[in-house]
């Protein structure tokens, strides 16, 4: 209890209460303790404690605030941004570029390295404002009993063993155990996951009790959405159930996305590759070829500029950002730019129900009468639907008087109120009677109409202790009639009879406690209905009218219904070979009946939290893979079973919408809140927002993650092969003593103009066909596969052949140096050009009408390549400063030629790849035939 002391262990809090522990214990099970224990235990009554004691012990637990950790500066987390292996190597060829003389190419250099550091300064480093967000639901004030009287004061200066007045509308300031309740419901949601408000009591459950069945407490943050209640103080600040999630959040460590933890190990590969070649180069120049020093290092500067991708962090940058832009229109909101990629690599998606799944609207979707089973249709609060028989059989519910007159209980016995804004539904009111309204209107009931009609004359709230709730309403010419709701088994046991279309039956209880049951398993909370006709004189109701004699009118089940394009969506996520498992704080039943119709699962077994708990490690670890759905789970459930999963090598995206899921949206790789109904705390945590809560928007960002990844691979599989084309150029012409065919400067403007014309209309490509049917890749897969690699040396050969045979060709036809390195500048271009053609199709072949045509973005990028090597070979001031000279037609059309091979000669090793891929698999795909055979 006392918030300087916190156990994050799920047993830690079912622990049995010692009535004689003093104040300091933090770990009690108090939804477990007699309300007077209780109060004894914490040295107070329902007077309140005295204003010199509730300072006394404000002084020692101190205010009622969540704990602040500490921030780093802002500097510091700027500062932090240049922190990467790759941005060294940057800002090393930022250096060696001013070394040689080119200022303004390392100035450029230094800008995209300032670029990138502002762009992951202001995307990332905010999950710390789920703190903020989670301090921002505790209510700056509290109604509390002080010195036997009701005083006003700020939610700050609660202290345990304070009494607490709750009302509806009130936000609850601390952990309560409650010792009075009438009629009190509170919105759990947050914290549970719970799709309705929850019935609270007096009497003590067991201690093993999972939060959401913790009916005698009240939680810090928590919302009273009815009825009135009084709990004294068990935990304020860090000891709540709200200071123990917000700890888990800021001890819980973000992952570094695959693309992160990737290219951290591709530049550490680039960094030692260029720094070894270099240096054997250098020492071979000196040594063997007897070069100048100067000369020398002059040469290694040229061989380092042109084997850094100096341009690739800008590109990737831009091409996660357009990502961005693209997600954006399919309502996903990104929040740091590394997890666009990382989307595609998704392997599990762990998704709350409440609200993600389903809409987070009751609904009831079954009546069951003495006569039959009625399937009711429709969507949420919306009141639009149609009624089936089991047969299927559609029914006028207006011909149907069982359904009839049941409808119009549900609507006279209600006190809420259904309104639309726009083309959304919501319910002034408890969100069952919310529901039970629609049906009525779905059966064609005029809600203002029949509650004009049919006056209502009296009343029994509901209450807890009866569990039902009565209205009395007047009838023209008829006599008034009683209109009941409430918990089946208790209306069940207040009827006698049971109205059917033969008439008025004896009940059968036995029976309806079957049909009870039976919607149960499904998932569905039921509600009974009944009626009682009474005498001519009577205008008031009270208890002893109603709690026998009773004529049952039949059972409504209710259930938050899925969203019907979730279903679509999960089913899209089992073609890409992505799991989905349910994690939630709902019911067992509940949670099970829903995986079902979603499809996530035929016959899945929900697992509770409680059971978890009992499992050793070995057998959690099993089960975690193996189960699809856990029900009753806690916050720190979710969080390890997201740990769990990562163990694996899977990558999860974890979706949720409440404080509960708040660290496990962390912890994922790809944390997705939900923007309409999430709280901000589930928002800051996470990494994308979906602005339309839909999970079908999830599967349309894995589909733009893989079409990102897929880019950013064509973006790599271009630039190395490029890079290395120019550097082995220079390698070669050191080894055999050879003029360099181009100079460092040339180089330079080759990677300048190329790198950001070219590479980056890789970017803009689009889904290529069959993202979606490819099985998710592993988290572990290298940037640098095998078949990259072989590709890089492939194509780096090819344009190493190209540009020396270009230049000795020029060479020995006596042109003058300066024509001939122009012509080999152009020539390395030109395969650039052909080659970009060639990698824009990872998975077909670019021989194609489309392939040729090429996208908007790679038509404008060839024309500004083209446009500027022209001007770098035919205008007298690039002539100057870069040494290049005029080049005749025959030669153009020469160099030309030289790209269209190098592509024929690319296009046709990817057809020879694939097919021996092809033949490889095909083995494998017989033996397994073979063995499904037998």
């Not at 500490?70 to 941005?87: D, K, P, V």
């Not at 570094?256 to 990737?262: G, M, N, S």
């Not at 089960?623 to 789970?633: D, G, M, P, Y």
Request: charged share 20%.
């Amino acid at each position: 209890m006392h918030n300087a002391t916190l156990t994050s262990k799920p047993s830690a809090s079912s622990r049995p209460v010692d009535v004689n522990a003093s104040l300091t214990s933090h770990d009690v099970a108090w939804h477990a303790v007699p309300a007077d224990a209780a109060l004894d235990a914490l040295r107070t009554s329902v007077d309140g404690l005295s204003e010199s004691e509730a300072a006394r012990r404000l002084d020692i637990y101190g205010p009622n605030r969540l704990p602040q950790g500490a921030h780093r500066s802002a500097l510091m987390r700027f500062l932090q941004q240049f922190h990467n292996l790759l941005i060294y190597v940057l800002l090393a060829a930022g250096v060696l570029a001013a070394a040689i003389g080119h200022e303004t190419d390392a100035l450029v250099i230094f800008a995209v390295v300032i670029a990138n550091a502002i762009i992951g300064f202001v995307q990332e480093g905010r999950a710390e404002k789920a703190l903020e967000a989670i301090r921002s639901m505790i209510d700056p004030h509290a109604s509390v009993v002080r010195d036997g009287h009701r005083i006003t004061i700020a939610a700050d200066e609660v202290v345990p063993g304070d009494i607490v007045l709750l009302e509806a509308g009130d936000r609850v300031p601390a952990d309560l155990r409650l010792v009075k309740a009438r009629n009190l419901q509170i919105d759990e949601a947050i914290l549970t996951g719970e799709s309705v408000p929850v019935d609270k009591t007096v009497q003590a459950v067991n201690a093993d009790a999972a939060l959401g069945d913790r009916f005698p407490m009240a939680f810090s943050g928590t919302f009273v959405t009815a009825g009135q209640g009084t709990g004294t103080v068990v935990a304020t600040g860090a000891a709540t159930e709200l200071g123990r999630i917000s700890s888990m959040i800021s001890a819980v460590e973000r992952l570094a996305t695959p693309l992160v933890r990737q290219m951290d190990q591709f530049a550490r590969q680039i960094t030692i590759a260029v720094l070894g070649v270099s240096i054997l180069v250098f020492g071979y120049a000196v040594l063997v070829q007897a070069y100048q020093l100067d000369d020398a290092f002059m040469v290694v500067v040229g061989l380092a500029v042109a084997a850094i991708p100096e341009g690739l962090p800008a590109v990737m940058t831009i091409t996660l950002a357009v990502g961005v832009q693209r997600m954006a229109r399919r309502n996903a909101i990104i929040r740091r730019l590394p997890a666009v990629e990382t989307l595609g690599s998704v392997s599990v998606i762990c998704s709350d129900k409440t609200g993600t799944l389903t809409r987070n609207e009751m609904m009831v979707t079954a009546v069951v009468t003495a006569d039959q089973v009625i399937a009711v249709e429709g969507a949420g609060y919306r009141p639009k639907g149609g009624f089936r028989t089991d047969a299927g059989e559609l029914l006028d519910a207006a011909a149907e008087p069982i359904l009839e007159e049941l409808s119009l209980a549900a609507l006279l016995c209600n006190d809420a109120q259904l309104r639309q804004s726009a083309a959304i539904w919501t319910v002034d009111g408890d969100p069952m009677e919310g529901a039970l309204l629609s049906l009525a209107e779905k059966a064609g009931h005029d809600t203002a109409a029949a509650r004009n009609r049919f006056v209502r004359l009296d009343e029994i709230p509901f209450d807890s202790r009866h569990r039902y709730m009565a209205t009395l309403h007047a009838r023209d010419g008829r006599p008034p009639v009683v209109y009941i709701k409430g918990a089946p088994e208790r209306i069940l046991a207040m009827c006698a009879r049971v109205a059917s279309l033969d008439g008025e039956r004896p009940l059968d209880a036995e029976s309806w406690h079957r049909k009870v049951d039976q919607l149960a398993a499904n998932g569905q909370r039921v509600i009974a209905l009944a009626r009682r006709t009474m005498n001519d004189c009577i205008c008031e109701v009270a208890p002893h009218d109603v709690e026998h004699g009773l004529t049952l009118l039949g059972l409504a089940g209710l259930i938050d219904p899925p969203r019907p394009e979730a279903i679509a969506a999960i089913a899209e996520c089992k073609a890409a070979g992505i799991r989905v498992k349910m994690i939630t704080g709902d019911h067992a039943k509940t949670a099970r009946a829903i995986a079902v119709q979603l499809g996530i699962a035929d016959d899945p077994k929900a697992v509770t939290g409680h059971e978890l708990d009992a499992l050793e490690e070995t057998a959690f670890q099993k089960l975690a893979r193996e189960s699809t759905v856990f029900a009753r789970t806690s916050p720190e459930h979710k969080l390890r079973l997201v740990e769990t999963l990562q163990a694996d090598g899977s990558v999860i995206a974890m979706t949720g919408d409440g404080v509960n899921d708040a660290p496990a949206l962390k912890r994922a790789d790809v944390g997705v809140a939900m923007g309409g109904k999430g709280t901000e705390a589930a928002k800051e945590a996470s990494d994308m927002v979906l602005a339309d809560d839909n999970f079908a928007s999830i599967v349309a960002a894995v589909r733009e993650g893989r079409t990102v990844y897929d880019n950013l691979t064509k973006v790599i599989a271009w630039t190395l092969p490029t890079n290395g084309g120019e550097a082995f150029t220079i390698i070669l012409a050191i080894l055999f003593g050879l003029t360099l065919p181009v100079t460092p400067i040339q180089i330079l403007w080759i990677n300048m103009i190329t790198a950001v014309a070219l590479g980056l209309t890789l970017a803009f490509e689009p889904t290529e066909p069959g993202a979606m049917r490819r099985p998710a890749r592993p988290a572990n897969q290298r940037i640098l596969s095998g078949r990259l690699l072989w590709r890089i040396l492939f194509v780096s050969a090819l344009m190493v052949a190209g540009t020396f045979g270009i230049y000795n060709w020029a060479t020995e036809r006596g042109l003058s140096l300066e024509t001939a390195r122009t012509m080999a500048v152009n020539t390395l271009v030109v395969m650039e050009i052909f080659y970009l053609f060639s990698v824009r199709y990872v998975h077909g072949t670019s021989l194609t009408w489309q392939g040729i045509l090429g996208t908007r973005a790679v038509l404008i990028g060839v024309a500004t390549v083209v446009v500027a090597q022209f001007a770098f070979t035919y205008l007298p001031p690039m002539q100057a400063l870069f040494g290049s000279s005029p080049v005749s037609l025959t030669d153009g059309l020469a160099i030309v030629a030289v790209g269209v091979a190098l592509l024929m000669i690319v296009e046709t090793e990817k057809r020879i790849a694939a097919w021996v891929m092809q033949r490889s698999e095909s083995p494998t795909k017989t033996t397994k035939h073979r063995v499904a055979n037998r």
